[in-house]
């Protein structure tokens, strides 16, 4: 080949590299307060399960709104197939307060009768969205022999959907009005011990989960001594503040640092560690009473339920069911008008799903934890990804994330709003949910990196997903 051919070829190439290089931009220069993230990429911990995110709704539901959870319900099985893989939970106060009736639906049954109609339309559901069912039996009857026929039915239907029965909700709080005031664990235990009889008579190998409590964490401990091998599963409920009705509660609530999240979530590990059983929250949102309009139903929620999340993964729960349904404020779904609307809350899944699918837990200190969080996971592709939120409604916040090893592309996508109070507008990547309930993400930051640390700087009152290759 000739010298200036050689040449020609050099310069291309040069050109080829350089027009590469130059593909993404440099990520933006620090604009707002400064916050270190240090990671440690040499330390992976737990894997996040890919069913770790949930929906809990009412047993009454099936009852009272029959076209709710039904496989006609187009908007809604794609509301929550865009949430990849989870757990359906069916319970709440009403599961012990619907009787189950062993009989089809007619035009005499009332709304308190579970009917083997009900159940089916229950599987049909399932299937179609294709999560497993966590099923709550009536513990507050006391009806052991009813349980049992109903455990059947609901195995026999479910079948391979069908994840584990619980037996009653809430039982720490009993004593309030369904058992007598001297009601406690011991007592519980005689009645589920009793119930976990009567169903594997009846179903040989029904798998269970417990206790289900509102609170209180020492009877999740005693349970785990008397039941870890009669279980698949830990689990209690966990709302961050209420009752709704409670005049002082406002987005400001939501947004603050939680000072009883850290010790429940120690219990709870302390307890899934020492038995050997994995732990669920398997309801939970933001004010418990329904939630609060103008709070649990605005952006803040999602900021919340976002580090909400990523919280009790980091301290090794396997999931969260976020409680919804008709009329509750703090429902990731909401109907409003006849039509299915994704809330703030809904896009804070969205937001995880992105952030954590095939991830394993990485560890990441924050300088300033006040009003920010972030969050790290390896992934099995070999990326990683950070999930940064600042809770500050007034402040920027530039976050300087520390590597261990050299990176050279990031990818931003941002959870945002209009504002912290809003309860429309929100968006994640770019994208918000069409009407029929698709989703696909639109609008993602590209930076070309080339070291072992880089900026991102959020916005007051937002969130994002930050993907290191």
């Known amino acids: 080949m000739k010298k200036t051919g050689i040449l020609i070829l050099l310069a291309a190439c040069l050109f080829a590299c350089r027009k590469e ?13 400064g916050i270190n993230v240090t990671v440690n990429q040499n330390q992976p911990g737990n894997a996040i399960p890919a069913t770790f995110e949930g929906l809990s709704f009412e047993t009454q539901i099936l009852t009272a709104n029959p076209g709710f959870l039904n496989v006609n319900n187009a908007v809604l099985i794609q509301l929550i197939k865009n949430l990849g893989p989870g757990l359906l939970r069916i319970g709440g106060g009403t599961s012990d307060e619907v009787y189950w009736s062993e009989n089809m639906y007619t035009g005499s049954t009332t709304a308190d009768s579970l009917t083997t109609s009900d159940i089916d ?5 399932s299937k179609a969205i294709g999560w497993q069912v966590l099923f709550g039996l009536n513990l507050g009857s006391n009806d052991a022999a009813s349980a049992s026929n109903e455990a059947l039915y609901v195995n026999n239907s479910l079948g391979d959907n ?8 809430e039982p720490d709080v009993f004593n309030y009005g369904m058992r007598p005031p001297t009601y406690n664990y011991s007592g519980y235990q005689v009645e589920w011990e009793t119930y976990l009889s009567a169903v594997r008579n009846a179903v040989p190998q029904a798998p269970f989960a417990g206790p289900d409590v509102a609170y209180n964490t020492d009877w999740i401990t005693a349970f785990a001594g008397n039941e870890s091998k009669n279980v698949k599963l830990l689990d209690g409920h966990y709302y961050l503040t209420g ?29 899934s560690a020492q038995y050997n059983l994995p732990y669920r929250i398997t309801e939970s949102n933001n004010i418990y009473g329904g939630g609060k309009k103008g709070v649990s139903d605005v952006f803040a929620s999602a900021l919340w339920a976002l580090d909400f999340m990523w919280t009790v993964a980091e301290n090794n729960g396997v999931g969260i069911n976020f409680h919804g349904g008709d009329g509750l404020h703090y429902s990731p779904v909401l109907v409003q008008n006849g039509v299915l609307v994704a809330s703030p809350e809904y896009y804070a899944m969205l937001a995880f799903k992105y952030g954590s699918t095939g991830g394993t837990i990485i560890p990441a200190s924050i300088s300033n934890p006040d009003y920010c969080s972030a969050y790290a996971c390896a992934k099995a592709d070999g990326t990683y990804t950070f999930t940064l939120i600042n809770k500050d409604e007034k402040n920027n916040y530039s976050f300087n994330i520390q590597l261990n090893k050299t990176a050279s592309v990031i990818q931003v996508a941002r959870l945002t709003a209009p504002s912290v109070t809003a309860t429309t507008g929100t968006t994640f990547a770019g994208a918000m949910v069409n009407a029929d309930g698709t989703f696909e993400t639109k609008t993602t930051e590209q930076y070309s990196v080339s070291g072992k640390s880089f900026i991102v700087n959020l916005l007051p009152g937002s969130a994002a997903v930050v993907t290191v290759q």
């Open 21 to 33: 290089h130059q593909e993404f931009p440099n990520p933006p220069v620090a604009d707002g307060i």
């Open 121 to 125: 339309r229950l599987s049909a559901f």
């Open 162 to 169: 069908l994840y584990a029965f619980q037996s009653g909700n």
């Open 243 to 271: 009752p709704a009705t409670d005049p002082s509660i406002t987005y400001q609530t939501i947004l603050a640092y939680s000072t009883k999240l850290p010790n429940y979530l120690l219990s709870l590990k302390n307890a």
